[in-house]
């Protein structure tokens, strides 16, 4: 699969020496004054499933705090007649009202897929919600979400897959992060 990749954006060695940093900013903040819940209960990690399962993976490990953790899944519909539009396939299995919640994406592009997630958590009134992302687009953004910890912004607006993120759902193994090559995108 390596030879499908034109250059590696992010090398695995990069992309673990930032999630060490990443989980040691949220284990800092969350120790420091960061938690909300009235009852203590540890943090909440959603990941968004499935590009998001090995930054989760990685992140949780270097997450130095008690935590919880659950599992989303969501389909957004792309190049199809409603833009935008998010449809929940898997929903939570624990109740976050009155928790600390942290959401954990591997990349933020237009940014629907991210706020219909924030509107649906913030409806159940989490104590806290916050979001980390591995990547991020912010340049692609049809809609304004706020974006707390992220890993890398992607320094310009190519099709990258690896480490979770898929073409037509291959690649999610890579270890590191790349732009696939030309012959490999089939036109839809
Ligand atoms: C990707 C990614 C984000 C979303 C970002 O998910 O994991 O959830 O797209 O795009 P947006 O900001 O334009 O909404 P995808 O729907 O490809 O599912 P996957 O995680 O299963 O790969």
Known sequence: MREHIERVLFSAEEIQRRVRELGAQISRDYRNGGKKDP??????????????????????RNLDIPIHYDFMAVSSYRNGTSPGEVRVLKDLDCAVGRRDVLIVEDIVDTGHTLRHILRSLQAREPASLKVCTLLDKPYRREVAVPV???????????FVVGYGLDYAELYRNLPFIGVLKPEYIREA
Do not use: T
Not at 40 to 57: E, H, Y
Not at 149 to 154: E, L
């Open 39 to 60: 009852f203590g209960r540890p943090l909440l990690v959603v990941g968004l499933l499935k590009g998001a399962l090995p930054f989760m993976a990685d992140l949780i």
């Open 148 to 158: 707390d910890y992220v890993g890398f912004v992607v320094p310009e607006n190519v």
